[in-house]
């Protein structure tokens, strides 16, 4: 059925029924119509098994597939991969989808043509903004992230590490063979941000000035714990417990030597560095406001009393 399909999308689904139908129907509605669906639900308790169900039975590019228990994130994302690529043996691009955003229906036609008309792209993905759980715009993604004129692979991976939102990242359009040689997704805390740095040695990446992909956000938890929770159902890892840039950088030094991980530590540091000066003028624009908001009311506390006695 779908052998002669070089292009596959595998979504991940996890009890976001309310969402599912959106979701699904922008990919089926993509202009770009040659290519297989992996819908793979991790154990939903709501409405998503029969949702997807139905669209697995309407249409012969939708493959579904259930795990019969929850294997949490991580393990999903990399089956929804190996799923595809069993559905479409001459697999050349792969994308991971969700059961809640909504994609443009050029998403697609556009990056299949970014890949297509250059060999060194690895991975192109497309301006995005972030919509709340009525659909409605919170604000768009600044994310420009684009090293297709950095020839050198460290270049490459400092800038990825130093640069990039890898949750926008991530979800555009992977050659299959890098993705491969990459190892997928690897069994970490944030393993987007250490697979795009992976990515990054095996060819560029290409953002695509087009709004092409709306991202539902309905809430958002950094903490470790809900973290781990997500992608390690049973129990996550000892190593979870540290820095993820210290697991990184280790599997970067066994997997491509030490100059590769140094280039990934240092764009981390300035990272870091650069969130924590726009936290703290944040956190001084806050503090200005509320000094100048207690001054006012002082004012008007002296200026009310002052009339009082006169």
């Given amino acids: 059925m779908s052998a002669h399909r070089r292009v596959a999308v595998g979504a991940t689904l996890y009890n976001k029924a309310e969402y599912l139908s959106i979701a699904v129907e922008s990919l089926l509605a993509q202009t770009y119509?040659?290519?297989?669906?992996?819908?793979?639900?991790?154990?939903?308790?709501?409405?998503?098994?029969?949702?997807?169900?139905?669209y697995a039975e309407g249409d012969d590019r939708?493959?579904?597939?259930?795990?019969?228990?929850?294997?949490?994130?991580?393990?999903?994302?990399?089956?929804?991969?190996?799923?595809?690529?069993?559905?479409?043996?001459?697999?050349?691009?792969?994308?991971?989808?969700?059961?809640?955003?909504i994609w443009e229906p050029r998403f697609l036609e556009a990056l299949v043509a970014e890949l297509d008309g250059d060999p060194s792209i690895v991975l192109a993905y497309p301006h995005s903004i972030r919509i709340d759980g009525q659909g409605v715009p919170v604000r768009e993604h600044d994310t420009t992230l684009d090293t297709h004129a950095v020839h050198s692979p460290l270049r490459r991976v400092f800038l990825t590490s130093s640069r990039m939102v890898a949750g926008n990242v991530v979800y555009g359009l992977i050659r299959a063979d890098a993705l491969e040689r990459a190892a997928v997704f690897r069994n970490v805390i944030?393993?987007?941000?250490?697979?795009?740095?992976?990515?990054?040695?095996?060819?560029?990446?290409?953002?695509?000035?087009?709004?092409?992909?709306?991202?539902?956000?309905?809430?958002?938890?950094?903490?470790?714990?809900?973290?781990?929770?997500?992608?390690?159902?049973?129990?996550?890892?000892?190593?979870?417990?540290?820095?993820?840039?210290?697991?990184?950088?280790?599997?970067?030094?066994?997997?491509?030597?030490?100059?590769?991980?140094?280039?990934?530590?240092?764009?981390?540091?300035?990272?870091?560095?650069?969130?924590?000066?726009?936290?703290l003028r944040k956190w001084a624009i806050r503090r200005q406001r509320r000094v100048r908001a207690a001054?006012?009311?002082?004012?008007?506390?002296?200026?009310?009393?002052?009339?009082?006695?006169?």
């Fill in 190 to 279: 944030a393993p987007d941000r250490l697979l795009i740095a992976e990515l990054a040695l095996r060819g560029s990446c290409r953002h695509v000035p087009e709004l092409l992909w709306r991202r539902r956000f309905e809430w958002r938890d950094h903490r470790t714990d809900r973290q781990q929770a997500a992608f390690w159902p049973r129990g996550a890892p000892w190593y979870a417990l540290l820095p993820a840039w210290v697991p990184h950088t280790a599997i970067l030094s066994r997997a491509y030597g030490l100059r590769a991980a140094a280039a990934y530590a240092a764009g981390i540091s300035l990272h870091v560095a650069k969130r924590r000066r726009k936290r």
């Fill in 295 to 310: 001054v006012g009311r002082a004012a008007r506390a002296i200026g009310v009393r002052r009339r009082g006695t006169t």
């Fill in 33 to 54: 119509e040659d290519f297989v669906l992996v819908l793979l639900d991790d154990a939903s308790t709501d409405g998503t098994l029969a949702i997807a169900r139905r």
């Fill in 62 to 101: 939708v493959v579904f597939v259930r795990n019969e228990e929850r294997v949490g994130m991580l393990e999903n994302w990399r089956r929804a991969y190996r799923l595809a690529k069993d559905a479409t043996p001459g697999l050349e691009y792969f994308a991971w989808g969700s059961d809640h955003d």
